[in-house]
């Protein structure tokens, strides 16, 4: 609770003392002090305030948690990665989970940051159309193994069910529809997609969309979610554009803003990283892959052991471990730069999941954030700081608010907004983790607090777990 010093001045929990304040949802870029009560920032005063705990900020940055749309990595390793990064919120919101409170049922109780999922679309259908129980990407230590449901049309039964725990996951918290729909290209069609967005458009409920893919930088899987949007009013949110439109991101991002005009709900991410990750036995790499990412089996590599492939071992490998995840090495920094410039881009990590140092992955979720901070606002000057906490921080939340409205807490640092946040040197921040090394965290990051709780200190990583499940309005929390 709030307290007095002697003298009747206020004494807050927790005082962020002295630093560069940079709130672009309040529109603050100055020196200034924070006071938090009750895991709320309760004052923000270009006055020193008085705490019970003081963080000196002093030549040090002071900005929202970083909101995370995009990652698989509900784990000890990941969380601490994230957090190391700035990142204060963590979700799987393109694959999701079903039921949702199946997502991270690990880490409940012992998480850095906050967590939470969508509704799983690939979970909803593969319970319905065989019976499994897959509920979501990683569960119970492994990943999950694609089956039928991934190539098989439905049913109208089948789809009246799928309709009906869509709602059911919904009800339960779920933030928005997972939709995999380029993993599922042959089993999803017309009539089942528009189901899906008459949920969506139905519960105000963003459709986190990984969009059919075709040859490199064809707009038509991206051309069929703006008309679905258009046409039934869902909220759509694009997965990793750089990663879909390729080259061509210039071109779907002026799809997206017609579209939007003619009114769409339409918005996007990227990651900053210049290969894509995923298992070497899906329906992408069994088709014409080489020419829809402009890459041969030399620019594919074994995540857990930086192995380079050729045919022969790709086909191998594929056959006797499909489920093993590759990097394929196929975007251009150029395209990452076009991505990035672009006005309401967010910045996601679509992190892959990571368990122990030894199993390998890719580095997207050490060092996305603090790769944004080092190298393309201090180093290159691409964008500005403002800018870019607002790509990573303040427009995730805002996309958010529509389906859970408590992320309007988020993102922000103004009265009454939730203590999540970080504090940097804007001098030192930098990603280390390589294709290599995967799990080098980063530099830089000298304070993290969620939900008014310290977890980063002077640097150092300590006990506090005080991250908590995010769900939807209305749903109860574990």
């Given at each position: ?6 003298g ?11 630093g560069?304040l ?7 870029d100055?020196?200034r002090?924070l006071g ?15 705490g019970?705990?003081?963080i000196?900020a ?21 969380a ?14 393109e ?40 509920p ?16 098989v ?14 709602h ?13 729909l ?25 459709i986190?969309?990984h ?16 008309v ?8 759509v ?20 803003e ?6 769409a ?8 990283h ?7 036995g ?6 014409d ?44 920094e150029?395209?990452i ?27 997207n ?11 393309y ?20 939340a ?7 409205p ?23 921040i ?49």
């Amino acid at each position: 609770m709030n307290g007095a010093a002697a003298g009747g001045e206020q004494v807050y929990d927790l005082v962020v003392a002295g630093g560069r304040l940079v709130d672009p949802g309040n529109h603050v870029d100055a020196i200034r002090h924070l006071g938090v009560t009750d895991g709320v920032v309760a004052a923000v005063s270009d006055r020193p305030l008085s705490g019970r705990e003081v963080i000196d900020a002093t030549g040090k940055v002071v900005c929202p948690g970083f909101v995370d749309l995009h990652t698989h990595t509900p784990t000890d390793l990941g969380a601490y990665l994230a957090v190391r990064s700035g990142i204060t919120t963590a979700l799987e919101l393109e694959a999701g989970a079903y039921p949702t409170s199946a997502y991270a049922v690990e880490m409940v109780g012992r998480s850095p940051v906050h967590f939470g999922a969508s509704t799983g679309h690939f979970a909803v259908r593969a319970n319905v159309i065989e019976g499994a129980d897959e509920p979501c990407m990683v569960h119970s230590g492994r990943l999950f193994r694609p089956g039928k449901a991934f190539i098989v049309p439905a049913t109208g039964e089948q789809l009246a069910e799928m309709e009906r725990r869509l709602h059911q996951g919904l009800d339960a918290g779920g933030i928005g529809i997972g939709l995999l729909l380029d993993y599922m290209s042959r089993a999803i069609d017309a009539d089942e997609l528009q189901m899906i967005g008459e949920v969506a458009a139905d519960r105000s409920a963003p459709i986190w969309v990984h969009v059919r893919r075709g040859a490199a930088g064809d707009p038509e899987g991206l051309d069929e979610m703006l008309v679905l949007s258009r046409n039934t009013g869902a909220p759509v949110h694009v997965c990793h554009i750089n990663a879909s439109a390729m080259g061509a991101v210039d071109e779907w991002l002026r799809r997206i803003e017609v579209a939007n005009d003619d009114g769409a709900d339409v918005t996007y991410e990227m990651f900053v990283h210049t290969a894509g990750s995923t298992g070497i036995g899906v329906h992408a790499f069994r088709t014409d892959w080489q020419e829809r990412f402009g890459i041969t089996y030399g620019d594919v590599q074994v995540a857990a052991t930086g192995e380079w492939l050729t045919e022969e071992r790709f086909r191998r490998l594929q056959e006797s471990d499909p489920n093993a995840t590759v990097i394929h090495h196929y975007m251009q920094e150029e395209w990452i730069r076009t991505g990035l410039v672009a006005e309401d881009m967010i910045i996601a990590t679509d992190a892959m999941p990571c368990f122990d140092l030894e199993t390998k992955s890719v580095p997207n979720g050490a060092g996305t954030h603090a790769r944004i901070l080092g190298r393309y606002v201090r180093d290159e000057q691409l964008i500005g700081l403002s800018e870019a906490v607002a790509k990573m921080a303040l427009y995730p939340a805002e996309r958010l608010e529509g389906v859970a409205p408590h992320f309007a807490r988020k993102g922000r640092l103004g009265v009454g907004c939730d203590a999540d946040l970080v504090v940097f040197d804007a001098s030192t921040i930098e990603d280390r983790a390589t294709y290599l090394e995967p799990y080098l965290e980063a530099v830089g990051v000298d304070h993290v607090v969620v939900g008014g709780v310290p977890v980063i200190s002077d640097g150092e990583f300590g006990d506090s777990r005080p991250g908590v499940r995010q769900l939807a309005s209305g749903a109860e929390p574990d």
